[in-house]
C-alpha cells in the first residue's frame, strides 16, 4: 500500500516537534484523552487527584462556550478535595510559559454528530489547545480551514467539550501554512502567515514548525498575543507585524529611555497592536501608567469602546479635564461611584493639553518626574504643533510612542511656526515597519479599483463630459451644472459598485458649500423619484456667519493641527442648513438629533458611525437601518473604520497622506464578495495618486496597491472560462461527470470564473457584449453550480461524506441582486399582462431566476405551483398580491403543522420560538427547543434531535421569511 502524501506530513512533522523538546503521546479517543489530561494535570500542579475529585475538575472544563473557556483555562479552579482541604488547578501558566507540559499526538477520535478524526493535536497540560489540519501538496488551503469549520460544527463539542479549549488552529498544505484564532462564523480571510520582523513571511510547514510552534513561542502566543474580545465574545490573535511591533516597543521600555514609532499601514489592526503593548506595558513594575492618546472626541469614544472590548473594564474614557486630572492622581471614579485607579489611562490630546495648563498642571506637579508612557495614535495628525513640546517638557521623565500608517516625511511635511518637522524629528527611530505593499500582499486589507471619471453614457448611449480632466477654474468646478451631472453619475453606478446597496459609501467633496449644493441635488432628485439612494451628510458648522477658518472637527477638539492643511470655508448659513438635513435624517431614522445642543451633535456623528460599522453585524436589520451614502469634507475620512464601506467617490483634491488615508476607508477585508476598495474620482488625481503610493512605499507599488485595468481582468475571466469549458464544454456537460474528483473540479473551475466577474461586475465599462459567454448560458452554469450545492447539502444532512464537503462553493458571489419575492411579483404582473407568444419565454425567465438566486432557491417549489395553479385563475393583474399572499400563509401554515406533527412538537410554543429567533437573530438554546416537545428525550438522543429541529427551523425562516419584503 503507497503511504498517503498527507501521513508523510503528519510523520514528518511530529517527529520535528519532539525535536522542539514536545512529547509524544498516543491518544485514541476521549477516553485515553481524559486519562492523559489527569496525569498531565497532576503533574502540572504536583498533586494527585481522586477519580470523584476528578470528576469535579471535568465537569467544570465542561461548562461554557469556546469564549468562556478561554477564560476557564486561564483562570484557578479551586475545590473541596475529599480530605476536606481547599485545592487550587491550574490549567495554564500565562506568566512563565515554559512551565507548562507540552505533548503532541494524532488521530485522536471524536464521535459527535459524526465521528471525527483530527491530524496533529498539541496538548499543553493535557487539555487540546492548538489543532493542526493538513492537506496534501497541490490543494488550496481553504479545503483544510473548510474541515476545521466541519469538526467545530460536528464534533468539538463531544466528550466535555474538551476540544472547545483549543485556541488556535494551523492549516497547512505543506507549501503554505497558516495560523488561526478558533472562532465561530470567521472566513478564510481572518487566516495569517507567521512571517519575521521584516515580514518575509515563513510559509513551508517544517520553517513554520520551528519558528511558530515552538514551545517557547506557541506558550508566549497563547499567554499574551491571543486577545479575548469581549464585545463579539471571541478570540483574536495578533498577526506577526503586530506580534513584532509590540515586542519592540516593550524592548525599547526595558532597555532606553528614547522615543519611536511604529509605521503600519492604515486597516492592519493599530488599535489592537498598540492595546497589547499597553496592556504589558503596565506590568512593567518601571513604569507608573500608561497614557493612550487619541487626537479627536469620537476616536477617544472610539478606542474606549475597543480598549475595553479586548479587555472588559480595562479603561474609562474621560469626559472632560477635570476627571482625567482625577485618573492620573488614581483618584477617578466611575459613572457608578466605584473608585477606580487604572494603569491605564485614554484622553485626547486636547484634555491631555488642558490637564498640564494653568491651575489643573499644579495639581499633577509631583508627577512631573514620574516615568509615564504616552503611545499616540494616529500620530501624523497631532504632533505638528506646540503640544508635543509642552507634553515632554511637563512630563520630563516620559517615553513616547507613536503609531502612523502614514509617517510625515521631508516631502509631506506641512510647515507651521515651528518649521517643517517630520515624524522622525518628533519620535525618533521606527521600530517596525509594515507598508501597504506588505498589507496586499498578505491579504490584509484590500486593493483599491481607481477609476478617474471625465466622461460618461447617459441613458442615451451619448458621452456626456463632466469636465474633470485638469479643470482648475473654480467657477468650473463648483458650477451646479457640473456637481448635477456627477449626483446623476453615482446614482447611475451606485448599485453596481456597491452589490446593489449591500455595502455603504462615502463622498469626500472639496468644501462645505459644495457639499450644500450636491446634498440639495440628491434631496431634490430624490423627491423628483430619481433615485431612493440614503443620504445623510455631517460637517463642523460655523458659530456664526463670518468665521472662515472653522476646522471639521467635532465641538471640543479644535485645536490647530498644522500637519493638515487648514481648509476653510464661508459658513453662510451653514449651520440652519445642518440642522435641516439633520431633520432628513431624523425622519429617516425616528431619532431626533439636533445642532443646537454640542452633545446631541456629537451623538449624531455617533449614530451615523454606529449604522455604518454595525452593517457587518449578523443582527443588523439593513432594511430599517441601511445608510448608503455620507457627504463629508474631512470627517470619517481619517480613523474610520467600517467593513461594509466599500466605495469612496472623491471631488476634492486629495494628496500624499491626506490621500492615502481617504482612500484607505474603503479597503478592509470582508468575504469573498468585496473584492477591492472602489474608489471613482471626479478630478484628475492619477499624479497625486502615484506620487503618494511611491511614497509611502515604492515607485514599484502602483502596480501592487491599484487593480488592473478592465482589460486585464477582462483577460483573466477569458482564461477562466476557457478552463472551465476544457471541464465541461456546455452546462449540460455537467450532468454527465463521472466522479466526486470531476464535480469537485468543475465547482472550483466556475468558482474561479464567478471570482473574475465579480470583480469585472464592479467596473463602470462592463458589458456582456464584450464577453466570450453570453448571460443567459452564465446563468444556466450558475444554476448547475447551485444544484451541485444542494447535493452537498442533502447529502450532509444523512450522513454522507464527500469531499465536496470541504469545498467553499462562496455563494455570496451569487446573491448580487436584490431580487425578492416583491420583485417575482411584479414580474408575475407583466406575464399575466403579456401576449401568449411571449408569456413561455417571460415564464421561463421567471423559473430560471428562482432558480439561479440562493435566496429564491428554496421558495422556487412553492411559487412555480403558484404560477401554475393559481396565476391562471386571477382575472385581474392587481389581485396577484394579495391572492400571492394568501396562498403564502396557507402553505406557512401547512408546512408549520408538518414540522409540529413530525418532531412531535406543541404548534402555539414552536412558533413563539420562530417568531423569536426572527426578531433577535439568535439562535435559541437547546433547552428552549426541548421545552416545545411533548417529552424531553434522554441525553444520547437529546442532541441529533436538537439539532434536527433546529435544521428544520432555519429552513422554515429561509423558505417563509427572509427575502419576503421588498
Same mark, same amino acid.
Given at each position: 500500500?503507497?503511504?498517503?502524501?498527507?501521513?508523510?506530513?503528519?510523520?514528518?512533522?511530529?517527529?520535528?516537534?519532539?525535536?522542539?523538546?514536545?512529547?509524544?503521546?498516543?491518544?485514541?479517543?476521549?477516553?485515553?484523552?481524559?486519562?492523559? /489530561?489527569?496525569?498531565?494535570?497532576?503533574?502540572?500542579?504536583?498533586?494527585?487527584?481522586?477519580?470523584?475529585?476528578?470528576?469535579?475538575?471535568?465537569?467544570?472544563?465542561?461548562?461554557?462556550?469556546?469564549?468562556?473557556?478561554?477564560?476557564?483555562?486561564? #483562570?484557578?479552579?479551586?475545590?473541596?478535595?475529599?480530605?476536606?482541604?481547599?485545592?487550587?488547578?491550574?490549567?495554564?501558566?500565562?506568566?512563565?510559559?515554559?512551565?507548562?507540559?507540552?505533548?503532541?499526538?494524532?488521530?485522536?477520535?471524536?464521535?459527535?454528530?459524526?465521528?471525527?478524526?483530527? !491530524?496533529?493535536?498539541?496538548?499543553?497540560?493535557?487539555?487540546?489547545?492548538?489543532?493542526?489540519?493538513?492537506?496534501?501538496?497541490?490543494?488550496?488551503?481553504?479545503?483544510?480551514?473548510?474541515?476545521?469549520?466541519?469538526?467545530?460544527?460536528?464534533?468539538?463539542?463531544?466528550?466535555?467539550?474538551?476540544?472547545?479549549?483549543?485556541?488556535?488552529?494551523?492549516?497547512?498544505?505543506?507549501?503554505?501554512?497558516?495560523?488561526?484564532?478558533?472562532?465561530?462564523?470567521?472566513?478564510?480571510?481572518?487566516?495569517?502567515?507567521?512571517?519575521?520582523?521584516?515580514?518575509?513571511?515563513?510559509?513551508?510547514?517544517?520553517?513554520?514548525?520551528?519558528?511558530?510552534?515552538?514551545?517557547?513561542?506557541?506558550?508566549?502566543?497563547?499567554?499574551?498575543?491571543?486577545?479575548?474580545?469581549?464585545?463579539?465574545?471571541?478570540?483574536?490573535?495578533?498577526?506577526?507585524?503586530?506580534?513584532?511591533?509590540?515586542?519592540?516597543?516593550?524592548?525599547?521600555?526595558?532597555?532606553?529611555?528614547?522615543?519611536?514609532?511604529?509605521?503600519?499601514?492604515?486597516?492592519?489592526?493599530?488599535?489592537?497592536?498598540?492595546?497589547?503593548?499597553?496592556?504589558?506595558?503596565?506590568?512593567?513594575?518601571?513604569?507608573?501608567?500608561?497614557?493612550?492618546?487619541?487626537?479627536?472626541?469620537? /476616536?477617544?469614544?472610539?478606542?474606549?469602546?475597543?480598549?475595553?472590548?479586548?479587555?472588559?473594564?480595562?479603561?474609562?474614557?474621560?469626559?472632560?479635564?477635570?476627571?482625567?486630572?482625577?485618573?492620573?492622581?488614581?483618584?477617578?471614579?466611575?459613572?457608578?461611584?466605584?473608585?477606580?485607579?487604572?494603569?491605564?489611562?485614554?484622553?485626547? +490630546?486636547?484634555?491631555?493639553?488642558?490637564?498640564?495648563?494653568?491651575?489643573?498642571?499644579?495639581?499633577?506637579?509631583?508627577?512631573?518626574?514620574?516615568?509615564?508612557?504616552?503611545?499616540?495614535?494616529?500620530?501624523?495628525?497631532?504632533?505638528?504643533?506646540?503640544?508635543?513640546?509642552?507634553?515632554?517638557?511637563?512630563?520630563?521623565?516620559?517615553?513616547?510612542?507613536?503609531?502612523?500608517?502614514?509617517?510625515?516625511?521631508?516631502?509631506?511635511?506641512?510647515?507651521?511656526?515651528?518649521?517643517?518637522?517630520?515624524?522622525?524629528?518628533?519620535?525618533?527611530?521606527?521600530?517596525?515597519?509594515?507598508?501597504?505593499?506588505?498589507?496586499?500582499?498578505?491579504?490584509?486589507?484590500?486593493?483599491?479599483? +481607481?477609476?478617474?471619471?471625465?466622461?460618461?453614457?447617459?441613458?442615451?448611449?451619448?458621452?456626456? %463630459?463632466?469636465?474633470?480632466?485638469?479643470?482648475?477654474?473654480?467657477?468650473?468646478?463648483?458650477?451646479?451644472?457640473?456637481?448635477?451631472?456627477?449626483?446623476?453619475?453615482?446614482?447611475?453606478?451606485?448599485?453596481?459598485?456597491?452589490?446593489?446597496?449591500?455595502?455603504?459609501?462615502?463622498?469626500?467633496?472639496?468644501?462645505? !458649500?459644495?457639499?450644500?449644493?450636491?446634498?440639495?441635488?440628491?434631496?431634490?432628485?430624490?423627491?423628483?423619484?430619481?433615485?431612493?439612494?440614503?443620504?445623510?451628510?455631517?460637517?463642523?458648522?460655523?458659530?456664526?456667519?463670518?468665521?472662515?477658518?472653522?476646522?471639521?472637527?467635532?465641538?471640543?477638539?479644535?485645536?490647530?493641527?498644522?500637519?493638515?492643511?487648514?481648509?476653510?470655508?464661508?459658513?453662510?448659513?451653514?449651520?440652519?442648513?445642518?440642522?435641516?438635513?439633520?431633520?432628513?435624517?431624523?425622519?429617516?431614522?425616528?431619532?431626533?438629533?439636533?445642532?443646537?445642543?454640542?452633545?446631541?451633535?456629537?451623538?449624531?456623528?455617533?449614530?451615523?458611525?454606529?449604522?455604518?460599522?454595525?452593517?457587518?453585524?449578523?443582527?443588523?436589520? #439593513? !432594511?430599517? %437601518?441601511?445608510?448608503?451614502?455620507?457627504?463629508?469634507?474631512?470627517?470619517?475620512?481619517?480613523?474610520?473604520?467600517?467593513?461594509?464601506?466599500?466605495?469612496?467617490?472623491? %471631488?476634492?483634491?486629495?494628496?500624499?497622506?491626506?490621500?492615502?488615508?481617504?482612500?484607505?476607508?474603503?479597503?478592509?477585508?470582508?468575504?469573498?464578495?468585496?473584492?477591492?476598495?472602489?474608489?471613482?474620482?471626479?478630478?484628475?488625481?492619477?499624479?497625486?495618486?502615484?506620487?503618494?503610493?511611491?511614497?509611502?512605499?515604492?515607485?514599484?507599488? +502602483?502596480?501592487?496597491?491599484?487593480?488592473? #485595468?478592465?482589460?486585464?481582468?477582462?483577460?483573466?475571466?477569458?482564461?477562466?472560462?476557457?478552463?472551465?469549458?476544457?471541464?465541461?464544454?456546455?452546462?449540460?456537460?455537467?450532468?454527465?461527470?463521472?466522479?466526486?474528483?470531476?464535480?469537485?473540479?468543475?465547482?472550483?473551475?466556475?468558482?474561479?470564473?464567478?471570482?473574475?466577474?465579480?470583480?469585472?461586475?464592479?467596473?463602470?465599462?462592463?458589458?456582456?457584449?464584450?464577453?466570450?459567454?453570453?448571460?443567459?448560458?452564465?446563468?444556466?452554469?450558475?444554476?448547475?453550480?447551485?444544484?451541485?450545492?444542494?447535493?452537498?447539502?442533502? %447529502?450532509?444532512?444523512?450522513?454522507?461524506?464527500?469531499?465536496?464537503?470541504?469545498?467553499?462553493?462562496?455563494?455570496?458571489?451569487?446573491?448580487?441582486?436584490?431580487?425578492?419575492?416583491?420583485?417575482?411579483?411584479?414580474?408575475?404582473?407583466?406575464?399575466?399582462?403579456?401576449?401568449?407568444?411571449?408569456?413561455?419565454?417571460?415564464?421561463?425567465?421567471?423559473?430560471?431566476?428562482?432558480?439561479?438566486?440562493?435566496?429564491?432557491?428554496?421558495?422556487?417549489?412553492?411559487?412555480?405551483?403558484?404560477?401554475?395553479?393559481?396565476?391562471?385563475?386571477?382575472?385581474?393583474?392587481?389581485?396577484?398580491?394579495?391572492?400571492?399572499?394568501?396562498?403564502?400563509?396557507?402553505?406557512?401554515?401547512?408546512?408549520?403543522?408538518? +414540522?409540529?406533527?413530525?418532531?412531535?412538537?406543541?404548534?402555539?410554543?414552536?412558533?413563539?420560538?420562530?417568531?423569536?429567533?426572527?426578531?433577535?437573530?439568535?439562535?435559541?438554546?437547546?433547552?428552549?427547543?426541548?421545552?416545545?416537545?411533548?417529552?424531553?428525550?434522554?441525553?444520547?438522543?437529546?442532541?441529533?434531535?436538537?439539532?434536527?429541529?433546529?435544521?428544520?427551523?432555519?429552513?422554515?425562516?429561509?423558505?417563509?421569511?427572509?427575502?419576503?419584503?421588498?
Amino acid at each position: 500500500m503507497t503511504v498517503q502524501p498527507e501521513a508523510i506530513l503528519e510523520n514528518n512533522l511530529i517527529q520535528q516537534l519532539v525535536g522542539l523538546g514536545y512529547s509524544s503521546v498516543k491518544v485514541a479517543d476521549g477516553e485515553a484523552l481524559e486519562a492523559n /489530561l489527569k496525569s498531565q494535570l497532576e503533574g502540572f500542579n504536583r498533586a494527585t487527584y481522586t477519580d470523584k475529585e476528578f470528576d469535579a475538575i471535568l465537569n467544570h472544563l465542561a461548562k461554557g462556550n469556546v469564549f468562556e473557556k478561554a477564560k476557564t483555562l486561564r #483562570d484557578r479552579f479551586s475545590f473541596t478535595q475529599e480530605n476536606g482541604e481547599v485545592c487550587y488547578v491550574r490549567f495554564f501558566d500565562s506568566e512563565n510559559w515554559n512551565n507548562n507540559l507540552f505533548q503532541v499526538t494524532n488521530q485522536v477520535s471524536q464521535e459527535g454528530s459524526y465521528k471525527n478524526r483530527y !491530524d496533529v493535536t498539541l496538548l499543553v497540560n493535557g487539555l487540546p489547545l492548538v489543532q493542526i489540519e493538513l492537506k496534501r501538496r497541490g490543494l488550496e488551503i481553504k479545503e483544510a480551514f473548510n474541515q476545521i469549520n466541519r469538526y467545530q460544527l460536528h464534533s468539538f463539542w463531544s466528550n466535555h467539550g474538551l476540544f472547545q479549549y483549543v485556541q488556535l488552529f494551523v492549516i497547512s498544505n505543506g507549501a503554505n501554512t497558516k495560523y488561526l484564532a478558533n472562532n465561530k462564523l470567521q472566513s478564510v480571510k481572518q487566516t495569517f502567515y507567521w512571517a519575521d520582523k521584516n515580514n518575509k513571511n515563513i510559509t513551508e510547514l517544517p520553517h513554520f514548525t520551528s519558528h511558530f510552534l515552538n514551545p517557547d513561542h506557541l506558550g508566549k502566543m497563547i499567554a499574551q498575543y491571543v486577545v479575548l474580545n469581549e464585545t463579539y465574545k471571541n478570540m483574536m490573535v495578533l498577526r506577526p507585524y503586530q506580534y513584532f511591533a509590540t515586542e519592540a516597543i516593550i524592548n525599547q521600555v526595558k532597555t532606553s529611555t528614547d522615543n519611536a514609532y511604529i509605521w503600519h499601514t492604515t486597516g492592519s489592526g493599530k488599535t489592537l497592536t498598540s492595546f497589547k503593548a499597553s496592556q504589558i506595558l503596565m506590568d512593567v513594575p518601571e513604569v507608573y501608567k500608561v497614557v493612550f492618546v487619541v487626537d479627536r472626541k469620537d /476616536l477617544d469614544y472610539q478606542t474606549m469602546k475597543e480598549f475595553n472590548a479586548f479587555k472588559d473594564g480595562s479603561v474609562d474614557s474621560t469626559d472632560n479635564t477635570s476627571s482625567l486630572v482625577k485618573q492620573f492622581l488614581g483618584k477617578f471614579k466611575d459613572k457608578k461611584g466605584v473608585r477606580k485607579d487604572s494603569d491605564l489611562i485614554i484622553t485626547t +490630546i486636547q484634555k491631555l493639553n488642558n490637564a498640564i495648563s494653568g491651575h489643573q498642571g499644579t495639581k499633577l506637579e509631583h508627577l512631573k518626574n514620574e516615568r509615564f508612557v504616552f503611545i499616540f495614535d494616529e500620530c501624523h495628525r497631532s504632533q505638528f504643533g506646540d503640544t508635543h513640546a509642552r507634553i515632554t517638557e511637563f512630563f520630563a521623565n516620559s517615553q513616547l510612542f507613536g503609531f502612523t500608517g502614514t509617517p510625515i516625511f521631508a516631502d509631506n511635511a506641512s510647515k507651521n511656526d515651528l518649521g517643517k518637522r517630520t515624524t522622525k524629528d518628533l519620535f525618533g527611530t521606527c521600530l517596525h515597519k509594515y507598508v501597504i505593499t506588505d498589507a496586499i500582499r498578505d491579504e490584509n486589507v484590500l486593493r483599491f479599483g +481607481i477609476e478617474y471619471v471625465g466622461r460618461y453614457k447617459n441613458k442615451s448611449q451619448t458621452f456626456v %463630459d463632466i469636465e474633470v480632466e485638469d479643470i482648475d477654474k473654480k467657477e468650473v468646478l463648483d458650477s451646479t451644472k457640473r456637481l448635477t451631472k456627477i449626483a446623476d453619475y453615482i446614482i447611475a453606478h451606485h448599485n453596481q459598485k456597491t452589490f446593489n446597496k449591500d455595502y455603504s459609501a462615502l463622498f469626500a467633496v472639496s468644501g462645505i !458649500d459644495n457639499v450644500i449644493k450636491y446634498y440639495d441635488i440628491f434631496q431634490q432628485k430624490k423627491e423628483a423619484g430619481e433615485h431612493d439612494l440614503r443620504v445623510a451628510t455631517i460637517f463642523t458648522y460655523g458659530a456664526n456667519e463670518d468665521n472662515e477658518d472653522a476646522q471639521d472637527y467635532l465641538p471640543g477638539d479644535e485645536m490647530p493641527m498644522a500637519a493638515e492643511p487648514n481648509l476653510s470655508y464661508k459658513a453662510s448659513h451653514s449651520r440652519d442648513k445642518l440642522e435641516g438635513y439633520i431633520g432628513d435624517y431624523n425622519k429617516m431614522y425616528n431619532t431626533s438629533f439636533t445642532t443646537k445642543d454640542s452633545q446631541q451633535f456629537e451623538n449624531y456623528f455617533k449614530d451615523i458611525s454606529k449604522r455604518l460599522k454595525e452593517r457587518e453585524k449578523e443582527t443588523f436589520n #439593513d !432594511d430599517k %437601518d441601511r445608510l448608503d451614502l455620507v457627504l463629508v469634507v474631512n470627517m470619517m475620512l481619517t480613523g474610520f473604520d467600517a467593513k461594509k464601506v466599500n466605495t469612496l467617490y472623491v %471631488d476634492k483634491n486629495l494628496k500624499q497622506h491626506g490621500l492615502i488615508q481617504a482612500f484607505s476607508r474603503t479597503n478592509r477585508i470582508l468575504g469573498e464578495q468585496k473584492s477591492q476598495g472602489n474608489i471613482l474620482c471626479f478630478r484628475n488625481l492619477k499624479k497625486a495618486t502615484d506620487e503618494a503610493i511611491t511614497l509611502f512605499s515604492n515607485k514599484d507599488a +502602483i502596480e501592487v496597491v491599484t487593480m488592473p #485595468d478592465y482589460e486585464a481582468i477582462a483577460a483573466k475571466f477569458d482564461e477562466a472560462l476557457k478552463n472551465l469549458r476544457e471541464i465541461t464544454p456546455t452546462y449540460l456537460s455537467v450532468d454527465d461527470l463521472k466522479s466526486e474528483e470531476d464535480e469537485a473540479a468543475f465547482v472550483q473551475a466556475f468558482r474561479k470564473l464567478m471570482r473574475n466577474m465579480n470583480v469585472l461586475q464592479s467596473y463602470t465599462d462592463f458589458d456582456w457584449e464584450d464577453l466570450p459567454i453570453g448571460e443567459q448560458e452564465f446563468e444556466d452554469y450558475k444554476s448547475k453550480y447551485l444544484d451541485l450545492f444542494e447535493k452537498v447539502k442533502r %447529502d450532509s444532512a444523512k450522513e454522507k461524506t464527500s469531499i465536496l464537503d470541504d469545498i467553499d462553493f462562496e455563494l455570496e458571489l451569487i446573491h448580487r441582486d436584490r431580487v425578492n419575492v416583491a420583485y417575482i411579483l411584479k414580474l408575475l404582473a407583466k406575464l399575466k399582462d403579456t401576449k401568449t407568444s411571449e408569456a413561455n419565454t417571460q415564464k421561463k425567465a421567471i423559473i430560471d431566476l428562482l432558480g439561479g438566486d440562493v435566496m429564491l432557491r428554496s421558495k422556487r417549489e412553492l411559487i412555480e405551483k403558484f404560477i401554475e395553479e393559481n396565476l391562471p385563475k386571477i382575472d385581474d393583474v392587481d389581485d396577484i398580491q394579495e391572492e400571492f399572499e394568501t396562498y403564502w400563509q396557507e402553505q406557512k401554515v401547512l408546512a408549520l403543522g408538518k +414540522i409540529c406533527e413530525e418532531e412531535h412538537l406543541d404548534k402555539g410554543q414552536f412558533k413563539s420560538l420562530i417568531d423569536a429567533y426572527i426578531y433577535s437573530g439568535q439562535e435559541p438554546i437547546k433547552d428552549d427547543v426541548f421545552k416545545c416537545l411533548d417529552n424531553r428525550p434522554s441525553i444520547l438522543k437529546a442532541r441529533e434531535i436538537g439539532e434536527r429541529i433546529l435544521s428544520k427551523m432555519k429552513e422554515f425562516v429561509q423558505v417563509f421569511i427572509e427575502g419576503m419584503t421588498g
